[in-house]
């Protein structure tokens, strides 16, 4: 079952930085419309208890630092960025256009399988880049897999895979397919051409070294040659 992530340290630091007590804690929070006993924000503190979603938002605004802070970590799931945001699943749901079940389903399974229009106000809601939407749907294996077999073989098959796994154009994914897959036949040609004409061993080390680290790199030199667009929420204000 998921469980709010949330640090106890961090929320006895920012109520000693705002110099609140735990009972004017528990009237602010009551001001917000989340009323709570003074010795429950003392439970949280001591690590007996952790809040709802609801109350960590309210303590937020009430200790006047960001979820993020009271949680305690970067967020790296789906959940979590949208606690980031102050987000209910259900209010991140309907902003989609997406059945609130549903939705929380894919967090669930740290898995996102909506389409073209929920994705883009998703990465909208969020302040994602594509890159991490990637990571965060759980897709980052899927497009690995694609690009390993686009580089050693058909790469024009591979182009709609992983357009769709990474919400960005055909043309865009072409090049940098079309790139990659030059690339690494060049590897190829260089040890054949080493092996042919029989050039030392330390030679041949050294472009399978090569290889070996550009394999490696893979999905990084995907996203470098994809420029920009990989790093930023790629939809504008209109939404195209």
Not at 7 to 19: F, N, V
Not at 135 to 155: K, N, Q, V, Y
Not at 159 to 178: H, K, M, S, Y
């Amino acid at each position: 079952m998921y469980s709010t992530p949330f640090s106890p340290a961090e929320a006895r630091a920012a109520r000693a930085r705002m110099g609140l007590s735990t009972v004017q804690v528990a009237h602010s929070m009551a001001a917000c419309g989340v009323p709570v006993h003074p010795d429950l924000v003392a439970a949280w503190e001591q690590g007996s208890h952790v809040p709802s979603e609801p109350q960590l938002f309210a303590l937020a605004d009430v200790l006047w630092c960001s979820s993020t802070t009271l949680m305690g970590v970067e967020p790296r799931t789906l959940a979590e960025h949208r606690l980031a945001r102050q987000l209910s699943a259900e209010r991140l749901a309907y902003r989609i256009g997406m059945d609130p079940a549903e939705y929380r389903k894919a967090e669930a399974a740290q898995q996102w399988d909506g389409d073209l229009r929920q994705t883009r106000a998703l990465v909208d809601a969020l302040g994602l880049s594509l890159r991490k939407l990637v990571g965060i749907m759980g897709r980052g294996e899927e497009l690995a897999g694609h690009l390993r077999s686009a580089i050693d073989g058909r790469w024009k098959v591979h182009v709609a895979p992983v357009a769709e796994i990474v919400v960005v154009n055909e043309t865009l994914v072409g090049d940098a397919l079309r790139t990659m897959h030059a690339e690494f036949a060049e590897f190829s040609e260089r040890y054949m051409g080493h092996l042919v004409a029989r050039n030392d061993d330390s030679r041949l080390k050294e472009v399978a070294a090569e290889r070996s680290a550009y394999l490696h790199r893979l999905v990084d030199h995907f996203w470098e040659l994809i420029g920009d667009v990989g790093e930023e929420p790629p939809f504008d204000a209109t939404g195209r």
